[in-house]
């Protein structure tokens, strides 16, 4: 009797995997030969502000306008430390003088060397607070830290601009842009760094772009059964916008 229980448990058993066999055989083959969707991005994306609190006197540039690295965007009022800067300059000045003249008193053997040394210590200390004040004047000109566009102008002339919490403008950079690829698992291990790959931008732009794989993670995602892959994708002059689908294909 044990014997007749155990045989339909045998065959249904069976069964089970005859079907699932079944179900693996009619289902399509990832192998990845054709081409992966993919997302240009931004290769970089910064909030830009200020190291100081102040109010905004003036934005050089506005939404959708291109920027180079270390162009002046915006200002923020500094009548106080351009007047320090001038006074501490005439300090410098006056004090250079007055070393010049005391040299040949010097010479003449008119002034003691310790009268001579002050002297030239406190042109020494003219000339450091001349440059901090330099510093404190150049912190109230914000720069573009990239090279890029202007994606957002959050600030206006006359608002109030906060170190902690205040962004004038989101710059990004689009050239070069990052492709970000969402490969099947079957595909792991089988892409390098420095892989090389075609972009497809059809139907925004026609034709395909060599781009360069720069990052891969070593680590796939349980739910979704995938791993993502970066590229950088050269965009000379901008002319590709970052935001569109595409597609990639690996080479063999």
Known sequence: MASEKRFPLAMAGLLFLLVVHGAVAQAPATDGAGPLECLLEPSMVVNVGS???????????DRGESVRKGQ?????????????VKLSEARVEFGRRRLERNEALFAKQLISA????ELATEVRLHEEELRRNQEILRQRTIVSPLDGVVLERRLAPGEFIRTDKSVVLKLARINPLHVEVIAPAALFGTVRIGAT??????????????ARVV???RVIDAASNTWGVRLELPNPGNRIPAGIKCSVSFAK
Do not use: K, N
Request: aromatic share 2%.
């Open 197 to 210: 790959a075609r972009v497809s931008l059809a139907p925004h732009i026609p034709g395909t772009y060599a």
């Open 215 to 217: 990052a891969v993670d």
């Open 51 to 61: 190291p100081v609190d102040g109010v905004l006197e003036e934005v050089t540039v």
């Open 72 to 84: 002046v965007v915006a200002r923020l009022q500094s009548g106080v430390e351009a007047a320090q």
């Open 114 to 117: 310790q009268e001579r040394d």
